[in-house]
């Protein structure tokens, strides 16, 4: 058995939709592999020779095939699956734990364009499978020997519950705490033509709020294309139009949140960050040692407001999963992403675009401001981020020039700033972030130290 995963990335399995690896031929595989493990685990005391697997999706196209390819992989080894429908990434999770079924899949590539699809795995509990568990996984995949055929009366079958939305949009609407209802909020809500076009706006509508949706008519081509969290000009348009209260981008599989203010002004994901971990003190509800959980991407000017709040800040590797882990080790009960991934413990096993909207609407409700008015205290520093195109991910420690390179920066930067590279978990990509005081010259560094990388391994040479 190899040590390391080769087809799971940061956030499951993604790749270009009838490409190896997003292939009808690897959802099979991966559907007897799930259920196989899931036969033979007893690490939550029980098992069952007919494991119940979850399997949501988003508005993808190729979602159509590989829904249908993971249950034949299900049926195949003698498991049950139930289809979800269209259901955000935290609505599934939470509906394999409502439904005490054994695993929950989402097939989605989140973010990316429709053409991309990917498949991520949540166990009995909700939460993403850990690294070992994925090996695991990729073991079977990879020696289909291992797992013993199934016959006869010994195979499974497969079915629709529409009705599951339900239960996770009565779940949503249970995290806002407030007396008041939502009468006399106007929000503006794109859903990105993904798998929240359907739930969101009736969870802000059955609170009474007035809603102007946008990104709510998929074709199965459109989902994140000019809409969303990637593309919030449209909502911050509307917002301005409609004169709403606030504006609310989903991404596509709907686990993340990108939030406009009453004048049309995109907020960053660190100042919801700030926002909420103050709210959640003042309220205690942060748990009693104050800490909150963010990745090596989060701004120092977060962690900075946040010591000035005397609320211990601790970093992760990027991936809502990785703080997911950090907060169950640590007893934090909040933490997130600056790309908008706002993880409440206490409520969700990952993170919920939907959840968290509602929980900024709490903090207007409960402070009785504006949200311009209610960030405008978190400075955060200039912070330039570059993507450069890579042919292969070879250890940053084992590229000299690079190396060379970033300690040149750092020493000009004089402890007023900072560099990291990583890769990402779900593209052949590089990703170059600078922050500092001097957005111009942070912006010189990150552009040389882009090319440095990309001479080195980039695909554009």
């Known amino acids: 058995m190899t040590t390391s995963r080769t087809l799971f990335g940061t956030d499951g399995i993604r790749g270009k939709a009838n490409v190896y690896p997003m292939t009808s031929e690897v959802a099979i595989a991966l559907g007897r592999a799930v259920t196989s493990y899931f036969q033979k685990n007893e690490t939550s005391g029980f098992k069952r020779q007919r494991p119940l697997i979850i399997i949501g999706k988003?508005?993808?196209?190729?979602?159509?095939?590989?829904?249908?390819?993971?249950?034949?992989?299900v049926c195949s080894q003698g498991g049950r699956a139930i289809f979800t429908g269209p259901l955000p990434t935290p609505g599934v999770a939470f509906v394999t734990n409502s439904m005490r079924a054994d695993a929950g899949v989402m097939i989605s590539a989140s973010h990316n364009p429709y053409y991309d699809n990917g498949i991520k795995i949540f166990d009995r509990t909700g939460h993403k499978l850990p690294d070992i568990v994925e090996l695991e996984l990729e073991n079977l995949i990879k020696n289909p020997d291992l797992l013993v055929p199934k016959t006869n009366g010994e195979l499974g079958r497969a079915k629709r519950l529409d009705e599951v939305i339900g239960r996770y949009i009565v779940h949503a609407k249970s995290a806002y705490q407030l007396a008041q209802s939502l009468d006399g909020i106007r929000l503006v809500v794109d859903c990105a033509n993904g798998a929240g076009y359907r739930v969101a706006p009736m969870i802000f509508e059955e609170l009474e709020a007035e809603v102007i949706p946008l990104g709510v008519n998929p074709n199965g081509l459109n989902i994140n294309d000019k809409c969303g969290a990637l593309h919030p000009d449209n909502c911050a348009q509307a917002v301005k139009e409609y004169r709403a209260d606030i504006g609310i981008c989903l991404d596509g599989d709907g686990d993340r949140l990108i939030m406009i203010d009453e004048q049309g002004r995109v907020i960053p994901g660190d100042k919801l960050l700030g926002l909420l971990s103050n709210y959640?003190?003042?309220?205690?509800?942060?748990?009693?040692?104050?800490?909150?959980?963010?990745?090596?991407?989060?701004?120092?000017?977060?962690?900075?407001?946040?010591?000035?709040?005397?609320?211990?800040f601790s970093r992760t590797k990027v991936g809502d999963r990785y703080i997911v882990e950090k907060m169950m080790q640590s007893g934090a009960v909040f933490g997130g992403e600056p790309s908008g991934h706002l993880i409440f413990k206490n409520y969700a096993t990952t993170g919920d675009g939907i959840l968290a909207a509602l929980k900024v609407i709490e903090c207007l409700k409960f402070y009785q401001k504006p949200l311009s008015e209610l960030v405008k205290d978190i400075d955060l520093f200039p912070q330039v981020l570059k993507n450069v195109p890579v042919k292969q991910k070879i250890p940053f420690k084992n590229l000299d020039k690079v190396?060379?390179?970033?300690?040149?920066?750092?020493?000009?930067?004089?402890?007023?700033?900072?560099?990291?590279?990583?890769?990402?978990?779900?593209?052949?990509?590089?990703?170059?972030m600078v922050e500092g005081a001097n957005e111009g010259k942070i912006q010189v560094y990150c552009d040389q130290l882009a090319d440095v990388l990309n001479k080195e391994i980039g695909e554009m040479v």
């Open 403 to 432: 190396n060379a390179e970033v300690q040149k920066i750092e020493k000009e930067l004089a402890g007023d700033g900072r560099v990291l590279l990583r890769y990402s978990g779900t593209e052949s990509l590089a990703r170059v």
């Open 58 to 73: 988003d508005t993808r196209l190729s979602c159509y095939m590989l829904e249908q390819a993971f249950a034949s992989g």
């Open 280 to 312: 959640l003190k003042e309220r205690d509800e942060l748990d009693g040692k104050h800490q909150v959980v963010g990745t090596v991407m989060s701004n120092s000017g977060l962690e900075k407001f946040l010591l000035g709040k005397k609320i211990k």
